[in-house]
């Protein structure tokens, strides 16, 4: 079973960009679809990006297109979402998670398929 450790967040001006990192261990992340998270107060968990290398696949949430990146670096065993032009509303808790089964049924967002990380907190100020 793989283990999911963030960091990487923190507070940044609006306009601004951050970098997180999610460092896996147990496993290697090449298996498993990957993906970001996050959840304001008082909000749903949404989802913001998933890739997997396996199946050579991105997703991006709209309110993320062309801001954020999704990467990763299977020799490294990590995961990276690279922000960049920053928005208030971008202020919450970011979790990544790793799903190990087919593309579609990870996308289907049932959190019970995947394995979560402690989160790491993002908060941006205007």
């Known amino acids: 079973q793989v283990q999911l450790v963030e960091s990487g967040g923190g507070s940044v001006q609006a306009g601004g960009s951050q970098t997180l990192s999610c460092a896996g261990s147990g496993d290697g992340l090449s298996k498993y679809v990957m993906g970001w998270f996050r959840q304001a107060p008082g909000k749903e968990r949404e989802r913001v990006a998933l890739?997997?290398?396996?199946?050579?696949?991105?997703y991006y949430a709209d309110f993320v297109k062309g801001r954020f990146t999704i990467s990763q670096d299977n020799a490294k065993n990590t995961l990276y979402l690279q922000m960049n032009s920053l928005k208030p509303e971008d202020t919450a808790m970011y979790y990544c998670?790793?799903?190990?089964?087919?593309?579609?049924?990870?996308?289907?967002?049932?959190?019970?398929?995947?394995?979560w990380g402690q989160g790491t907190q993002v908060t941006v100020s205007s």
């Open positions: 890739m997997s290398t396996t199946f050579g696949r991105t």
């Open positions: 998670a790793a799903c190990r089964s087919s593309w579609i049924i990870c996308g289907d967002f049932d959190s019970r398929r995947f394995t």
